[in-house]
Nanobody, 122 residues
Framework: QVQLVESGGGLVQAGGSLRLACEAPGRTVSTYAMGWFRQAPGNEREFVAAVNWIRGVTQYADSVKGRFTISTDNAKNTVYLQMNSLDPEDTAVYYC???????????????WGRGTQVTVSS
């Protein structure tokens, strides 16, 4: 079983930063592809970022390139999403995800966390 727990969400002003964390079982972040998705009210859930630690591969949605950074700390069994230069359009519930396939984790991950709310005020 893969259990994912997100934290770090909150309220920030436009231009500010937040760092989300996703805690996972031991070895998960080094044996699974990990990703972040987000969903705003009335919108579809959309891909944000993904990482495969073994392959050294990362991928980002165009909307967050240059602003968000995904990283892992395998010793802490944690995946992070550093979000800088936040915009009100970034307001959403952010979900951590995992899949054995890097390709699949960007589209239809097998495992999901319950989400953490990020609200960016103008």
């Amino acid at each position: 079983q893969v259990q994912l727990v997100e934290s770090g969400g909150g309220l920030v002003q436009a231009g500010g930063s937040l760092r989300l964390a996703c805690e996972a079982p031991g070895r998960t972040v080094s044996t699974y592809a990990m990703g972040w998705f987000r969903q705003a009210p009335g919108n579809e859930r959309e891909f944000v970022a993904a990482v495969n630690w073994i392959r050294g591969v990362t991928q980002y949605a165009d909307s967050v390139k240059g602003r968000f950074t995904i990283s892992t700390d395998n010793a802490k069994n944690t995946v992070y999403l550093q979000m800088n230069s936040l915009d009100p359009e970034d307001t959403a519930v952010y979900y951590c995800a995992a899949d054995k396939s890097f390709a699949d984790v960007t589209i239809s991950p097998d495992y999901w966390g319950r989400g953490t709310q990020v609200t960016v005020s103008s």
